[in-house]
């Protein structure tokens, strides 16, 4: 099936990491939206247009210094660099949260993360099956940005620099999805099929979060099943949903609660 296939490329695209930039959080840039879902959306039909897209949006390539030089070490109590960004080290209760996040789930957090990071990522974590969501490492970054590269996947491993629920959401979909070994990864194709069916062939804006949604397959589905989060299961996102058109049809979510635990009947 096609759309597998163009699905196979991207994971192998974006098996060295793949980054989420804010993309026009906050907005103000709605106007323009709309024709950006539009050009992104040939790019989706037709399977090509994978290559050079991804990890263009926040400025720096997967894996460039710009990326990666700003990760402390593992372990909390790093201290933090001197910014008016530099977050507090863990406080008191997380010791808890991060237990019942590596017990139930089999995440290991590490980094400057704080309670509310820890309540976050639990809140992620509830959403997929623990067996696809075992062996994930996230580190949370001293410097956390509201604009930029919010945050990577590679491989087992996320680096999280954004502040924002949504950011953990995101990269854990891409864990879920594209680690060969979950099914998730073949219920993310069909999920692609179902919204090429709904939309006649081309994914329809109904199914697009924002323009970021139409980067590659990769970052689609990782943007639907958070901002399908968003819609029906609870999960307070802050700035996934920019398009005021997202409200995928019934058909296509019934394929993608496949891919979170206990899918919702209604
Ligand atoms: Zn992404």
Known sequence: MKAS??????????????????????????????????????NLGGGGGLGGAIGTGGGFGPGSPENTGSI???????????GVNARQPPQVGTDAGAQELQQKHGIAIRGAYTQTDVQ???????????????GVEIEFSSGRS??????????GRIEIYGEDID??????????????????SSTADQVIAAARQAGGG??????????????????FIAEFLTGLAGLERGVPLTFTIQNGY??????????ARQIYVSPTAS
């Open 246 to 255: 997202f409200n995928p049809p019934e058909s296509v979510r019934q394929v």
């Open 167 to 184: 950011v953990i959401l995101h990269e854990l979909s891409h864990h879920i999805t594209l680690t060969g070994s979950n099914r998730s």
């Open 146 to 155: 509201g604009s930029g590269v919010l945050g990577m996947w590679s491989g």
């Open 5 to 42: 296939k163009s699905l196979k490329i991207a994971a192998l695209l974006v098996a060295l990491a793949i980054v989420l930039p804010l993309g026009g959080q906050g907005c103000g840039n709605s106007g323009g939206l709309l024709s950006g879902l539009l050009s992104g959306l040939v």
């Open 72 to 82: 402390p070490g593992p372990g909390a109590g790093t201290a933090p660099p001197s």
């Open 202 to 219: 081309q994914i329809p804006s109904s199914c697009i979060t924002r323009d970021y949604a139409t980067t590659d397959e990769a970052e």
């Open 120 to 134: 976050n990522t639990l809140m992620c974590a509830q959403q997929y099956r623990p067996e696809e969501t075992n």
